[in-house]
């Protein structure tokens, strides 16, 4: 699956490659970002993806990503702000220590929120939080921004301490990239739960996985662009062979969908049948032939 992060943080791009295993991500490879104006991370989140759908075009997942840490004593802040608190790193750090200076009060969290647009137009979200205190000093040398200072609830150490592989498991980010799995996985099931309907969700993805695949495109001008039935003719080295093909959808992973098509000859009794097995948006990951090849007559 191939995914472009609207994002100038390379942070957050390794981070996300190793949290959407299989996905692989590029950034956004563009200087004039617009300002994060959203009062909210899922608008600034959203509005980096619609930026990069805008400059880089569909086909591709577009993701957008805006996070930030919440410090209680401080009312919430840095926040939605915090990328423009202080340059990322030391100074940042410096600055929210002094501010915390003499209190004990230093629960704080950590807020993700990843906004997906797919190559098909929907727009997916995961959010995710992790809770925890403000170190009285920096320590440890893994992870970026305020990860030296930030102590997760239930550990005594800090997450640059903790490390990359614990924030692969347990991050905010960590978190808001699973929600976003399953978001596109519930969107799948959908369509698989309307498998012999009309969805219009089912419709898109049997369109999209005709239009995708050049080899889908040659099969899709015989079979039916729905679940159904049709009768068709099939060219076997010049002559013409009177077939029934038929098309089906249904679900075999949360990420994956099955395109059932199958060609029937009249004439006999075999039939060729073909598993595509689709991702979400259509593109085809692999193909299974079982049955026999067009038999001449
Ligand atoms: P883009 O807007 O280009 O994506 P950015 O760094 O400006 O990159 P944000 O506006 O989302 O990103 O700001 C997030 C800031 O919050 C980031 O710069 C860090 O200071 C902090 N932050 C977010 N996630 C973090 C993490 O996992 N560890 C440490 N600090 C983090």
Same mark, same amino acid.
């Given at each position: 699956?191939?995914?472009?992060?609207? /994002?100038?943080?390379?942070?957050?791009? %390794?981070?996300?490659?190793?949290?959407?295993?299989?996905? /692989?991500?590029?950034?956004?490879?563009?200087?004039?970002? @617009?300002?994060?104006?959203?009062?909210?991370?899922?608008?600034?989140?959203?509005?980096?993806?619609?930026?990069?759908?805008?400059?880089?075009?569909?086909?591709?997942?577009?993701?957008?990503?805006?996070?930030?840490?919440? *410090?209680?004593?401080?009312?919430?802040?840095?926040?939605?702000?915090?990328?423009?608190?202080? &340059?990322?790193?030391?100074?940042?750090?410096? $600055?929210?220590?002094?501010?915390?200076?003499?209190?004990? !009060?230093?629960?704080?969290?950590?807020?993700?929120?990843?906004?997906?647009?797919?190559?098909?137009?929907?727009?997916?979200?995961?959010?995710?939080?992790?809770?925890?205190?403000?170190? #009285?000093? @920096?320590?440890? %040398?893994?992870?970026?921004?305020?990860?030296?200072?930030?102590? &997760?609830?239930?550990?005594?150490?800090?997450?640059?301490?903790?490390?990359?592989?614990?924030?692969? #498991?347990?991050?905010?980010?960590?978190?808001?990239? $699973?929600?976003?799995?399953?978001? +596109?996985?519930?969107?799948?099931?959908?369509?698989?739960?309307?498998?012999?309907?009309?969805?219009?969700?089912?419709?898109?993805? +049997?369109?999209?996985?005709?239009?995708?695949? @050049?080899?889908?495109?040659?099969?899709?001008?015989?079979?039916?662009? !729905?679940?159904?039935?049709?009768?068709?003719?099939?060219?076997?080295?010049?002559?013409? +062979?009177?077939?029934?093909?038929?098309?089906?959808?249904?679900?075999?992973? @949360?990420?994956?969908?099955? *395109?059932?098509?199958? !060609?029937?000859?009249?004439?006999?009794?075999?039939?060729?049948?073909?598993?595509?097995?689709?991702?979400?948006?259509?593109? *085809?990951?692999? *193909?299974?032939?079982?049955? /026999?090849?067009?038999?001449?007559?």
């Amino acid at each position: 699956m191939k995914a472009i992060l609207c /994002s100038r943080n390379r942070h957050k791009a %390794r981070e996300l490659e190793r949290l959407l295993p299989g996905w /692989s991500i590029e950034t956004l490879d563009a200087e004039d970002y @617009p300002p994060e104006t959203g009062v909210t991370y899922y608008e600034n989140a959203r509005a980096k993806a619609r930026f990069g759908l805008a400059a880089a075009g569909g086909g591709v997942h577009l993701l957008g990503e805006d996070s930030g840490i919440e *410090v209680e004593a401080l009312g919430g802040r840095p926040g939605i702000e915090s990328a423009r608190y202080a &340059p990322e790193g030391a100074p940042a750090i410096a $600055r929210l220590l002094g501010e915390l200076e003499g209190t004990d !009060e230093r629960a704080a969290r950590y807020v993700c929120e990843l906004v997906c647009i797919t190559p098909g137009g929907d727009e997916l979200r995961g959010t995710g939080t992790l809770s925890g205190r403000i170190a #009285r000093g @920096p320590c440890g %040398r893994e992870g970026f921004g305020y990860d030296p200072v930030f102590v &997760p609830d239930g550990e005594k150490r800090t997450v640059a301490e903790l490390g990359d592989a614990w924030k692969e #498991r347990n991050s905010h980010r960590a978190r808001a990239a $699973r929600a976003l799995l399953a978001a +596109l996985g519930a969107a799948l099931l959908l369509v698989a739960s309307a498998c012999g309907g009309h969805d219009p969700t089912q419709q898109r993805v +049997l369109n999209a996985f005709f239009a995708q695949s @050049p080899r889908a495109h040659t099969l899709g001008l015989r079979f039916p662009h !729905e679940p159904g039935t049709a009768k068709c003719t099939v060219r076997d080295h010049g002559k013409a +062979l009177e077939a029934t093909c038929a098309t089906d959808i249904s679900l075999v992973k @949360p990420s994956r969908a099955v *395109v059932t098509l199958t !060609e029937a000859w009249n004439h006999g009794a075999t039939a060729h049948t073909w598993f595509f097995f689709i991702r979400r948006d259509g593109s *085809v990951e692999s *193909v299974v032939q079982e049955g /026999s090849a067009t038999p001449r007559q």
